[in-house]
């Protein structure tokens, strides 16, 4: 059985205990109230997500996080990934079989894929267009570096400023945040108040810089990945008792490495034949085709909730 027929299956609790935020990530989007007010789109009717779409239609987006909307800033990743990407492409970094969720946000806006920071030219970048700053490996707390070449939010950030963007291009443009799982892969205790606080940081900065208009990605229950299920006892804090069992017990491409504690999906890896169907691509990554359902579900408005405000506190 296929993940889409689990899905389907599946008791609401179940949904919002594990999948909530893998194959449908909760989404919080976060605009400023005149923009909504004076495309008059606050009546009685429509659905968040046609707000969104008729709100950010083919607006620039910048990109910042980890893994999870990663396209290349350090080109970590070899074929297999990338092996459904349809131009036939390298990989460009993406810690998946295809396209991310990133990039599925871009083409439900109708705007360009932001290319990765490292790949762009100077006259590349000076074309007004958006960017993806994601890198792997790390978090929103800048202490957290799970590989050893990574870039955090405030290096994201601080690079985004050295591009000197003008207040009205940052406030026209979305900006898509998505990070902190690899702050609790790095320490499955870390006080969540904590890194709350230093997220609401990085967000006000980039509130002062002109940004207006936020997409945040929620951090989902990180032991129901395969890398931390297979771990897992009743017991410890990746416990995994509420999350799916068959479907994301093994990853599509990968197999698990006793010494380094994770599965290991590279060039001489099997991969699975049927990954419209599996959630995980590999141990810690879910699949394109999964990438593409929750976009879809959250421009339906069954799972991303908006939140207006006119200021930043």
């Not at 460009?92 to 990133?102: H, L, P, Q, V």
């Not at 990039?103 to 267009?129: C, F, W």
Request: hydrophobic content about 35%; overall charge neutral; proline content about 4%.
């Amino acid at each position: 059985m296929g993940v889409i027929e689990y899905w389907n299956r599946a008791p609401q609790w179940l949904k919002f205990a594990c999948v909530g935020s893998l194959i449908l990530l909760w989404f919080v989007v976060m605009v400023t109230m005149h923009r909504i007010a004076s495309k008059g789109l606050l009546s009685d009717g429509q659905s968040e997500g046609t707000i969104w779409t008729e709100v950010f239609e083919g607006k620039k987006l910048y990109v910042l996080g980890d893994s999870t909307v990663a396209n290349g800033n350090y080109d970590m990743t070899h074929r297999p990934y990338g092996i459904d990407l349809k131009d036939g492409s390298d990989p460009s970094g993406r810690f998946s079989n295809g396209y991310t969720i990133a990039d599925y946000l871009a083409m439900k806006l109708g705007s360009p894929i932001p290319q990765a920071h490292n790949s762009m030219t100077e006259e590349q970048r000076k074309k007004n267009v958006g960017i993806n700053f994601a890198s792997a490996g790390c978090g929103i707390l800048s202490t957290t570096h799970l590989l050893p070449k990574c870039r955090t939010l405030n290096d994201q950030i601080g690079l985004l400023t050295d591009e000197r963007p003008s207040s009205a291009d940052l406030e026209d443009s979305l900006f898509f945040l998505s990070a902190g799982s690899n702050d609790f892969i790095a320490d499955p205790k870390l006080n969540v108040k904590d890194m709350v606080a230093e997220f609401k940081v990085k967000i006000k900065s980039l509130y002062k810089r002109g940004a207006r208009n936020f997409l945040i990605n929620n951090v989902g229950p990180v032991g129901c990945i395969p890398n931390k299920r297979d771990q897992s006892t009743e017991t410890d804090e990746f416990s995994t008792k509420p999350c799916f069992s068959t479907p994301i017990d093994k990853p599509c491409c990968g197999k698990w490495d006793a010494k380094l504690k994770m599965f290991m999906c590279n060039k001489d890896s099997v991969v699975c034949e049927a990954r419209k169907k599996a959630l995980f691509f590999d141990g810690a990554h879910i699949t394109e085709r999964a990438n593409k359902i929750y976009v879809d579900h959250c421009f339906s408005g069954d799972i991303c909730h908006q939140i207006t405000t006119a200021a930043a506190n």
